[in-house]
């Protein structure tokens, strides 16, 4: 049997979360092999100061059955880059699952990957999807057709556990969650903003007005061009 390539982009910048919770489930599926892909082979700093090192590069990596795109700060760079956006087209074309995590989703559709397409996002991000041709629907994980997005974060872990299921069957992606240990019980209602207190949500008012700011004239750009 063949090995399913999972191929994972990373640029500077990223949430090193929205790459490495999928990451560890989807390497746990039987018959799998994980790429770790970049435009080289130089370490590769995250927004929270791991730097991730890559197995592959654009030049090296072989065809992908599943390419993901996380998200970060990062996407903002990596959504407008020629190079970023000609790999994942590329790779995009054959793969059997096209997907992303967070903002992640943003190259996806700077890369003209959800025009038609229902998607999400982080939630902070999500009224900008329309800017790409996407309609957001909200849920922490979003199939339409062999496109898959994951909201904020860790909605990866719950992205990799539904491509395992659909790869392996539920069995083995209920196993896959029995061997991490995913049985979140944070301590308060607070992860999202539906339910999240005021004085969480205020707290991030200004967290995301800057970055908004610049998705948008990045996409606004590349739609002008």
């Known amino acids: 049997m063949s090995l399913f390539n999972v191929g994972f982009v990373i640029f500077p910048n990223l949430t090193q979360l929205d790459f490495t919770g999928p990451l560890q489930v989807l390497s746990r599926v039987p018959q799998s092999a994980m790429h770790i892909v970049a435009q080289s082979e130089a370490p590769v700093p995250s927004d929270c100061g791991l730097s991730l090192v890559p197995t592959q590069t654009f030049a090296s990596c072989p065809n992908l059955d599943l390419i993901c795109i996380p998200g970060g700060f990062g996407v903002c760079e990596a959504m407008v880059d020629d190079e970023t956006l000609s790999f994942v087209r590329r790779q995009a074309s054959g793969a059997k699952y096209v997907t992303s995590v967070c903002t992640g989703a943003f190259v996806l559709g700077a890369a003209g990957l959800l025009k ?110």
Do not use: C, M
Not at 139 to 155: C, E, F, L, P, Q
């Open 116 to 225: 038609g397409r229902r998607a999400t996002t982080h939630w902070a991000y999500t009224d900008l999807l329309p800017l790409v041709g996407a309609t957001h629907e909200k849920a922490r994980v979003v199939k339409d057709g062999n496109v898959i997005t994951a909201g904020g974060v860790t909605s990866g872990i719950d992205f990799g556990l539904t491509v395992a299921a659909e790869l392996a069957g539920e069995t083995t992606a209920q196993s896959i969650q029995l061997s991490i240990e995913y049985d979140p019980a944070p301590p308060f209602d607070a992860g999202h903003p539906d339910r999240a207190p005021e004085g969480a949500r205020g707290a991030l008012s200004s967290r995301y007005v800057k970055s908004r700011q610049a998705y948008r004239d990045g996409l606004e750009r590349l739609s002008a061009g």
